[in-house]
């Protein structure tokens, strides 16, 4: 499940989704087609009548938004998950190889492991011996990731606040036509046709709203779910990069490490000159 996002099962849901709203949309226009506009208010009974015979290109728009908006919550859903970000088997063998010192090894295997906490490893592994560098690395790797995590689901978000707004759109046009049809009959209309009218209209902004209602709550719990597991998978990660680091190499007798300040020598202690000593004068010898 971790390769789901390029993986097979993603492309045979998207598939899954179109037929089955193919399959909903067309099966109620092959039976409209014999009874025209008579049968039109027939079906129009009920609310899922009324939206099959307000089929347009609003319709349509709102559909495939809807369709991909339902792929991007189920595939948030599975791969935003703990064994998927952060799995329990991939941070032991990563454990294993930093115990071992295998880390030719670790590096390869970061290399191509795909979870959040290997792909926050491996710069850093590429920038040793320095800590700084790798921590800085790793630093990097990081914001990338929750960054690119964020921007997967950020589209939810925008297909929530698209809802509502194509939704109008569609309402406002289904007014105009309504508004016209009483026009064009003398201001004659029946008050059941200028109902049934404006009825076709509001279905766009239903349809808007049970677009961006779901999609705007999986927005948020995403969110959520992204912002926890990814923190907690940068602590782990961080936990990881301190156990290299003590074997990184350490500075021998006499020899400098590698970015070390020198030491100032000592200065000399100042020497007080000292005035040659007197002789002492003997009483009666002569000087």
Same mark, same amino acid.
């Given at each position: 499940?971790?390769?789901? %996002?390029?993986?097979?099962?993603?492309?045979?849901?998207?598939? !899954?989704?179109?037929? +089955?709203?193919?399959?909903?949309? %067309? $099966?109620? *226009?092959? %039976?409209?087609?014999?009874?025209?506009?008579?049968?039109?208010?027939?079906?129009?009974?009920? $609310? /899922? +009548?009324?939206?099959?015979?307000?089929?347009? =290109?609003?319709?349509?728009?709102?559909?495939?938004?809807?369709?991909? +908006?339902?792929?991007?919550?189920?595939?948030?859903?599975?791969?935003?998950?703990?064994?998927?970000?952060?799995?329990?088997?991939?941070?032991?063998?990563?454990?294993?190889?930093?115990?071992?010192?295998?880390?030719?090894?670790?590096?390869? /295997?970061?290399?191509? @492991?795909?979870?959040?906490?290997?792909?926050?490893?491996?710069?850093?592994?590429?920038?040793?011996?320095?800590?700084?560098?790798?921590?800085?690395?790793?630093?990097?790797?990081?914001?990338?990731?929750?960054? @690119?995590?964020?921007?997967?689901?950020?589209?939810?978000?925008?297909?929530?606040?698209? *809802?509502?707004?194509?939704?109008?759109?569609?309402?406002?046009?289904?007014?105009? @036509?309504?508004?016209?049809?009483?026009?064009?009959?003398?201001?004659?209309?029946?008050?059941?046709?200028?109902?049934?009218?404006?009825?076709?209209?509001?279905?766009?902004?239903?349809?808007?709203?049970?677009?961006?209602? &779901?999609?705007?709550?999986? /927005? +948020?719990?995403?969110? !959520?779910?992204? @912002?926890?597991?990814?923190?907690?998978?940068?602590?782990?990660?961080?936990?990881?990069?301190?156990?290299?680091?003590?074997?990184?190499?350490? &500075?021998?007798? *006499?020899?400098?490490?590698?970015?070390?300040?020198?030491?100032?020598?000592?200065?000399?202690? &100042?020497?007080?000159?000292?005035? =040659?000593?007197?002789?002492? =004068?003997?009483?009666?010898?002569?000087?």
């Amino acid at each position: 499940m971790s390769g789901y %996002a390029n993986s097979r099962l993603r492309q045979a849901l998207l598939v !899954t989704l179109c037929l +089955g709203a193919l399959f909903v949309i %067309a $099966v109620p *226009g092959f %039976a409209q087609t014999a009874g025209e506009k008579g049968n039109e208010v027939t079906q129009a009974r009920s $609310v /899922f +009548g009324l939206i099959m015979v307000n089929r347009d =290109p609003v319709f349509f728009t709102i559909v495939a938004l809807s369709i991909w +908006g339902l792929t991007l919550i189920i595939q948030g859903f599975l791969v935003n998950r703990p064994s998927i970000i952060m799995p329990q088997r991939t941070i032991e063998t990563i454990r294993e190889m930093i115990a071992q010192r295998r880390f030719k090894e670790l590096i390869d /295997f970061t290399e191509t @492991d795909p979870s959040f906490v290997s792909r926050a490893l491996n710069p850093a592994l590429k920038r040793a011996p320095s800590f700084n560098s790798m921590k800085e690395a790793m630093e990097t790797a990081i914001g990338e990731q929750t960054a @690119d995590q964020f921007r997967k689901i950020e589209y939810l978000n925008i297909i929530g606040n698209l *809802g509502p707004l194509l939704g109008l759109l569609g309402t406002v046009i289904g007014m105009i @036509d309504a508004f016209l049809e009483l026009n064009m009959s003398g201001g004659n209309a029946s008050p059941a046709n200028l109902a049934y009218g404006i009825s076709k209209a509001l279905v766009h902004t239903m349809l808007g709203l049970l677009l961006a209602v &779901p999609c705007l709550a999986a /927005f +948020g719990i995403l969110r !959520t779910l992204v @912002d926890k597991y990814t923190v907690r998978a940068s602590m782990i990660a961080e936990e990881l990069l301190l156990m290299i680091k003590p074997a990184e190499a350490r &500075p021998t007798a *006499g020899v400098m490490r590698p970015g070390a300040l020198p030491q100032p020598a000592p200065a000399p202690s &100042p020497q007080i000159p000292r005035k =040659p000593a007197q002789p002492i =004068p003997v009483p009666g010898a002569q000087m």
